[in-house]
Nanobody, 125 residues
Framework: QVQLVESGGGLVQAGGSLRLSCAAS????????MGWFRQAPGKEREFVAA????????YYADSVKGRFTISRDNGKNTVYLQMNSLKPDDTAVYYC??????????????????WGQGTQVTVSS
């Protein structure tokens, strides 16, 4: 089984920064694309960023491009999301997930199979 645990969320003022971590257990981490998604109350879960198993391919949602940075440390079975210049619209529960389909990065929720429980990010104005 695969277990993902997010951490690093919290309350921050607009313009501030947070660094999220996702620690993975299981044998799939090193061979899987990892993605970050977020979900605000009353809204659909949306793609934020993803990184391929080798970290050679990275993709960001337009809404976070230039502000967020995804990275991974396969030796530690951990993926990170550095979030800078945070905006109130970034407020959401952030989830990490493992991609289940193909070798290339996917952005659809249904292309990811294992999910963490999420960590709350709240950005005040």
């Amino acid at each position: 089984q695969v277990q993902l645990v997010e951490s690093g969320g919290g309350l921050v003022q607009a313009g501030g920064s947070l660094r999220l971590s996702c620690a993975a257990s299981g044998r799939t981490f090193n061979s899987a694309t990892m993605g970050w998604f977020r979900q605000a109350p009353g809204k659909e879960r949306e793609f934020v960023a993803a990184i391929s198993s080798s970290a050679r391919s990275i993709y960001y949602a337009d809404s976070v491009k230039g502000r967020f940075t995804i990275s991974r440390d396969n030796g530690k079975n951990t993926v990170y999301l550095q979030m800078n210049s945070l905006k109130p619209d970034d407020t959401a529960v952030y989830y990490c997930a493992t991609q289940s389909t193909g070798l290339r990065i996917a952005t659809r929720v249904d292309h990811y199979d294992y999910w963490g429980q999420g960590t709350q990010v709240t950005v005040s104005s």
